[in-house]
């Protein structure tokens, strides 16, 4: 019998907390731009917005509820896609920072980093001379002696007061082979039920490399540890190797996530100035490998989402 393939759900994480308003005037930065470019990329095809807050003035991340209430709201009522607020806000922030808004509103989903690790992109100072705020160089520059913290007591923590307290499912972001293993350990565990949702990450300095094998690796490995049936696979490429890489995963059965918190492009030197330009170009390379796109409601049947009419927000 032939191996039948599921739709693909396309995430979209709209702004993040790594790029800065100097490497891109198309960032989304204030509530407005980012319910904006939120709102356009599930009009696109995302099932998934995957959310971070910046503060509206300057640009920088933002842990503040009353930031995040300024335009998760608005994207509820102007979509139906799933909406993922991050619990890994910044490297610069507490745990505490980082809880303060899902904890508050309970979404249907959180990404979840599965590790510790040196996470950083500050090589790229190097290429930029002017910066627009004062804030951007030494934040970039800084990230060469920070760590990502995520413990296995911090992860344990989040998945009792946002999973079991608040019935939020989660995108387990894994940067390394460890990641799986750690994600694993809270299964064997008990702390950790399926369907899991596994967003594999290349070509973050600090994290797995964005060679072709190291997606068959991440995929081989998953397999191994949680079985093909037990967990929904998806993949992250940063930067120029958001799309290749994506487009690699969806034939191996994966998932996808764009958006400009990944990368800033849309093709070699060509910025893209939407998040919904990306999942657009994304959603036309799966459509031509025949595959088809998961609605969110398809999403949220998939990874056993508990449904947006039981979030906070």
């Not at 081989?220 to 190797?241: E, K, M, V």
């Amino acid at each position: 019998m032939a191996i039948t393939q599921d739709k693909v759900i396309i995430s979209c994480a709209v702004t993040g907390s790594v790029h800065t308003p100097t490497m891109s005037e198309h960032l989304a930065l204030t509530p407005e731009q980012i319910a904006e470019q939120s709102i356009e990329a599930a009009q696109a095809g995302a099932a998934i917005l995957h959310l971070h807050a910046r503060d509206p003035v300057d640009g920088r991340p933002s842990a503040d509820p009353k930031v995040f209430d300024q335009f998760v709201p608005r994207i509820r009522d102007a979509t139906d896609a799933v909406i993922n607020i991050t619990t890994g806000g910044s490297t610069r922030m507490t745990l505490e920072e980082r809880l303060a808004y899902p904890l508050k509103a309970k979404p249907e989903m959180c990404s979840l980093n599965m590790g510790s690790m040196n996470f950083s992109i500050h090589p790229a100072a190097r290429r930029i001379s002017q910066w627009k705020h004062d804030w951007e160089q030494p934040y970039v520059e800084g990230m060469e002696d920070l760590i990502f913290r995520n413990t296995f007591r911090d992860i344990k923590h989040i998945l009792k007061v946002l999973g079991d307290d608040c019935g939020t499912r989660f995108e387990f972001e894994c940067y390394d082979v460890g990641h799986l293993y750690n994600l694993a350990h809270f299964v064997d565990e008990g702390l950790v039920k399926g369907p899991l949702f596994i967003q594999s990450i290349y070509g973050i300095l600090g994290g797995l490399g964005p060679d072709p094998e190291n997606l068959v690796t991440m995929r081989t490995t998953a397999d191994r540890l949680f079985g093909r049936g037990g967990y929904r696979f998806s993949i992250l490429g940063a930067g120029r190797h958001q799309m290749p890489l994506l487009t690699m995963g969806a034939v191996m059965g994966g998932n996808v996530r764009v958006g400009l918190e990944d990368s800033l492009y849309l093709g070699k030197g060509q910025l893209a100035k939407s998040c919904a330009e990306q999942v657009r170009k994304i959603r036309r390379i799966l459509e031509e490998l025949s595959l088809e796109i998961a609605t969110p409601d398809e999403a949220r049947a998939m990874l056993g989402l508990k449904g947006r009419d039981a979030v906070a927000f």
